[in-house]
């Protein structure tokens, strides 16, 4: 028999590795919901809430196991090494062809978290009698909140990086396993028929490595059925998915599922964004780009002699990394970013703002559409401040600003915004097949703006008339009350945006 104080150590190493992987599970179950369903406060939010109930659910239900303690504690660690590990596989293989995946990813969470609910009273009672109370309790919380803050550590930083999500889950799963594994070793003269328990860990560990060896084939087969074309390039950055896929007919660039362009029109994106923007500023030199992380608005940019400077801003150095090195991305994008006059920073955007002493004369803003409050902040009042700070008194900005169809409240939302910290504005539209019809919001210090006789040589789609018409909107894309001001502190973009999007996709 283990000795009392070594039984103590090797139970409470026990508790450390429980709180790791329970929440390296909420962790990534979190986090995939934020990928695949969007609105990641949404996300986080509901599922910290139900896998905390859940754990009541299983302290609660624990007073109900009452012998053979031990035995069960190494039963239930088995089980969460087994539905954690092969949880992140399961949701991303039943989200393409699940009616009801929100039955499946809080079913999985609310059974992990259960099964962990469980874990800590069934611990106490074996280490009662061994440790006085007043240290027992301290001591099993110790444990359970530094593994529970090693896992929010090494979650971002480490982990989604360097293995991805379902790796990740796959890993703790067999972590759990295996800890359940060492308990049987070490107390295997306390326990009874521990050979089937063995066996069990066994199975369970080379089914999760088996899973773990395969891991690329489980995510490429969950992206084809989710895009339904073919993936070329797919990699997890600390700040979303990165997918790439190709067809004869194009390219396409997704972030967390969504459209970000095809490679079929995305010049009419693109050239609508930049060069009304660029043509009103007059002969500008010094060209602020934030987003936009592919280069291909830089591309743009750079057909103006005048340019002496693109100080491009984005927060994910994986798009920038992948769009500078990759030859076929490179072709789209003209090798914008190894041109001398650009400079790539890889930062938050609102952050570098807020500390940035620089003037520039255009400035490009082509975020993520605000689908949840991390991209919000930067469509805010506050943000745009800071923008008109950084602006010289003749310059132009533009911001896209999603579609005036689709969601005219939010469009007409980021237009007020910006009126309301003392832009004029000029909003316009176009029609890009990839999206359907998009919408772009100009704005100056200037009070007039004047349609441009002459664009770059080369351009596909906008012209003076092609332009006078985008800055024509019919009823149907006009807000029919004026929309709020997005401020910091109430984020209304977010909300007017997810209510129009969640309307039009559910029709």
Known sequence: MAKPNSAQWLLLVAVFVIATCGLIYELVAGTLASYVLGDSITQFSTIIGVYLFSMGVGSWLSKYFNEDLLRWFIRIELLVGLIGGFSSAILFLTFPIAASFRIILYALVFL?????????PILLRILKDKVEFRDLVSRVFTFDYIGALLASIVFPLLLVPYLGLIRTSLFFGMLNI???????????????????????????????????????RIMNLSENLVFNEPVIYSTS????????????????????????????DEYRYHEALV???????????????????DGLAVREILKYPSVESVTLVDLDANMTRLFSTQPILKQLNHSSFHDPRVKIINSDAFVWLRNNTEIFDCAIIDFPDPSNFSVGKLYTSSFYKLLKRALSPEGMAV???????????????????????????????????SFGEWGYTMASMQPEYHLPD?????????TKDVLQQMMSFPADMRAKQTPAVNRLDNQTLVDYFEQEWNSFLEQ
């Open 112 to 120: 992990t978290g259960l099964l962990v609910g469980l874990e800590i």
């Open 178 to 216: 295996g800890v359940g594994w060492w308990l049987l070793h070490k107390f295997k003269h306390e326990l009874s028929g521990r050979w089937s328990l063995r066996l069990t860990a066994i199975a369970y560990l080379l089914a999760e490595g088996i899973a773990f060896g395969f891991s690329s």
């Open 237 to 264: 950055s600390p700040y979303q998915r990165i997918v790439i896929t190709r067809t004869k007919r194009e390219l396409r660039l997704y972030l967390n599922g969504n459209l970000q362009f095809s490679s079929a």
């Open 275 to 293: 060069h009304p923007a660029m043509l009103a500023a007059h002969q500008p030199k010094h060209i602020l780009v934030m987003g936009g992380g």
């Open 399 to 433: 911001i896209q600003s999603t579609s005036p169809f689709v969601a005219p409240k939010s469009f007409w939302c980021v237009n007020e915004t910006l009126k309301a910290v003392g832009f004029h504005t000029i909003p316009y539209h176009n029609y890009v097949p």
């Open 454 to 462: 002459s664009f770059p040589q080369g351009l596909r789609y906008i």
